[in-house]
């Protein structure tokens, strides 16, 4: 009796063996590595089964992204918001009618 040979699977981008099973690991974008401290992001995928690996790395990586945009989008609401701090009463009337209504409920109650 000959066995067929199971076919190699190819490799999935950013997984890693270690010991204990299948990890991903991603280099942190450099935005991201700055807030962290962190050069790469490195979860276990709870399987040492390639094809488990597969769609439990994908999501993984998803969940990252959607981590990633959602901190840049606080660090750009913080920069705004310091950018607000600094804007000078004698500087209002150089602003339009939008601007101001897109200030901040306190800044707003300050004009």
Do not use: C, N
């Not at 981008?13 to 991903?24: D, I, M, T």
């Not at 962190?38 to 597969?54: I, W």
């Amino acid at each position: 009796m000959t066995h067929v040979a199971e076919a190699k699977l190819p490799p999935i981008p950013y997984v890693v063996q270690r010991r204990h099973g299948l990890y991903l690991r991603v280099r942190l974008p450099s935005d991201i590595a700055a807030l962290t401290g962190r050069s790469h992001l490195t979860r276990s995928l709870r399987t040492a089964d390639l094809r488990q690996a597969r769609p439990a790395a994908a999501s993984l990586l998803a969940r990252a992204h959607s981590e990633w945009k959602e901190a840049r989008r606080s660090m750009i609401a913080s920069l705004l918001g310091k950018l607000i701090d600094d804007v000078k009463v004698d500087d209002l009337p150089f602003l339009t009618d939008a601007q101001i209504d897109s200030l901040p409920e306190q800044k707003r109650a300050r004009i």
